[in-house]
């Protein structure tokens, strides 16, 4: 079975703080994502990964950074936590090819920004 | 751009009570359509996948089904333990491995 984990399921931070989020597969995935899902407004794509070291924007990157130094681990980077970004943090992964492509999500992070 | 709108927003059913949920797309070039259960505060499970119109998958009381225009998930004699929100989300021939995700269909299933 594929298995996506991310760091914390709860993470309460204050505004200006810097904020990690982790997310490790184990399924030797090339492919790595991050969402925020927000009442209403569905899921969003932040950034996304197809390989160590690459990384390409998503439709909302603004105020987010992202890391993979290693294939199985993605990292989302707050430099400076806003109230606005309060929300749930989803990561997922995927394979490359038809058959293959699904996107497997983790259990999500409920961050919230006082 | 790639679009998915989802109907009901949402469907409250009585246990037994069969029905449908739909998901109409446009996108260039399907790549992919898929589906997802979501319990609240959880990720995502995945479902199904369906490449091609005229496809259909089943796992239990859940059935898939797509077109070229739309993908239905139907839901035969469901229990109250189905109750959760069902996405939807195409990958389109344009993309680089995005999904484009429906807002979503909340299904409550009473016993």
């Known amino acids: 079975d594929v298995k996506v984990t991310q760091s914390s399921r709860y993470l309460v931070k204050r505004t200006g703080e810097k904020v990690f989020l982790e997310c490790v597969q184990d399924m030797d995935h090339e492919n790595m994502f991050w969402y925020r899902q927000d009442p209403g407004l569905g899921l969003r794509l932040i950034y996304f990964?197809?390989?160590?070291?690459?990384?390409e924007k998503g439709d909302i990157p603004e105020g987010y950074s992202v890391s993979r130094e290693k294939k199985e681990r993605f990292s989302l980077i707050l430099e400076s936590a806003s109230t606005n970004q309060t929300s749930m943090y989803l990561c997922a992964s995927s394979s490359y090819g038809r058959g293959t492509d699904t996107q497997y999500f983790g259990p999500g992070t409920r961050l919230t920004v006082l | 751009e790639d679009q998915v709108t989802q109907s009901p927003e949402a469907l409250r059913l009585q246990e037994g009570e069969s029905s449908s949920l739909n998901c109409s797309y446009t996108?260039?070039?399907?790549?992919?359509l898929f589906w997802y259960r979501q319990d609240p505060g959880k990720g995502p499970e995945f479902l199904f996948t369906l490449y091609s119109a005229g496809e259909e998958k089943e796992k239990e009381r859940l059935k898939a089904t797509l077109t070229k225009k739309e993908s239905f998930l139907h839901i035969t004699a469901p229990k109250p333990e189905d109750s959760a929100t069902y996405l939807c989300a195409v990958l389109g021939g344009g993309s680089n491995y995005k999904l484009t995700f429906g807002k979503g269909t909340l299904l409550t299933v009473n016993p």
């Open positions: 996108v260039s070039g399907l790549r992919g």
């Open positions: 990964s197809y390989d160590v070291k690459m990384k």
